[in-house]
């Protein structure tokens, strides 16, 4: 006799289609267990034939219900295992390779220093730490000045502080070394200022300082024209306007003229403002109290010098309108350069 308990107890532990339909064929076959039972009714009387009939029926029905419920757990089991074994994880990296480029602000500093070096400049580094010696008082700028508050920044509790400027960087070169002296300074400055489009309390700077006998405001013209052309094209023009640096006598800032209008001044350029010509560094020729404090006779020699910030050149060179976007690694952009 079929035992229905057994039946149920081998359909449990079945995990393939293929195993159910081994059980099934041997219990509902054509040569199964209930074809025998259905055969043996004809040795049965006449009266228990149809009782027996109805019984095996209904225990045939009884079989096939546990079978469709067992198939549609087994496909169900079937399917979870494949998705998994097949399953793509989406947050691995593609196998594509890709390939890193330099940062625009790092190719803006490359391409800086490219000029000078050509015109015939070294480079000079100093520490990102300074005393408020090297920092403001050699640069001509007293405890009570005003451009100290302007400038301030982090202090340790040893009294250092992070450069707000590359200057310091000249100082140390003019007392470690005699005229003449061609020098960049590039670096990172730091500064209290507020984040927006154009300010950062942390950015870059490339500071140039020549000291030599008979240096004139001519010759620090000359060098500045001959770096904007190289970088921004040979159709760039300059002006100075005068300003005030403390560190510098007479001093002045340089604009170059406007590369989205150029010739054809509109007040309606979002990038001049329809002046035709765009500020681009301070520069002047260094005050005799700066020679002085670096051992540097005055009264032989002179010189001039000029700062800009990279990020500032960035943004005109590449026409990005906010500052945040250098600092902030989203790579669609970074991709852009």
């Known amino acids: ?51 027996l009939g109805a019984k095996i029926n209904e225990l045939k029905k009884e079989i096939e219900s546990l079978f469709s419920i067992r198939r549609i757990e087994v496909k169900a089991e079937e399917l979870k295992i494949r998705l998994r074994e097949e399953m793509i994880d989406v947050t691995l990296p593609s196998s594509r390779k890709e390939f890193g480029k330099m940062h625009p602000l790092n190719t803006t500093m490359e391409n800086i220093k490219e000029i000078f070096i050509g015109m015939g400049f070294s480079v000079a580094e100093g520490p990102d730490i300074e005393t408020p010696y090297y920092n403001f008082d050699a640069l001509n700028i007293p405890k009570d000045h005003p451009a100290r508050a302007d400038q301030d920044t982090f202090y340790t509790e040893g009294g250092y502080l992070l450069r707000t400027q590359t200057s ?39 500071e140039g300082l020549v000291v030599d006998k008979g240096l004139t405001m001519a010759d ?52 001049c403002k329809g002046e035709g010509f765009i500020e681009l560094l301070g520069c002047g020729m260094v005050h005799p109290n700066v020679l002085k404090a670096c051992g540097i006779d005055p009264t032989v020699y002179s010189g001039f010098a000029f700062g800009m910030g990279l990020e500032r050149i960035a943004m005109q060179r590449f026409k990005v309108n906010d500052l945040r976007l250098f600092f902030e690694n989203d790579v669609k952009f970074l991709n852009q350069f």
């Open 1 to 51: 006799m079929i035992d229905i308990n057994k039946i149920k107890n081998d359909l449990s532990i079945i995990n393939t289609l293929k195993e159910l339909e081994e059980i099934r064929i041997a219990l509902l076959g054509k040569k199964g267990e209930i074809a025998a039972l259905m055969q043996n009714l004809g040795k049965a009387s006449k009266e228990e034939r149809p009782v």
């Open 168 to 206: 310091p960087v000249q100082i140390r070169v003019m007392e470690q070394q005699k005229p003449p002296i061609k020098i960049i300074a590039p670096g990172r400055v730091f500064r209290s200022d507020d984040v927006d489009a154009t300010h950062n309390p942390y950015f870059h700077q490339i």
């Open 220 to 271: 620090l013209k000359g060098t500045l024209l001959a770096f904007s052309r190289e970088l921004f094209g040979q159709d760039v023009n300059i002006r100075l306007r005068p300003h005030y640096f403390p560190f510098t006598e007479p001093s002045a800032e340089m604009d170059i003229s406007c590369f989205v209008c150029k010739d054809e001044i509109s007040a309606s350029c979002h990038v």
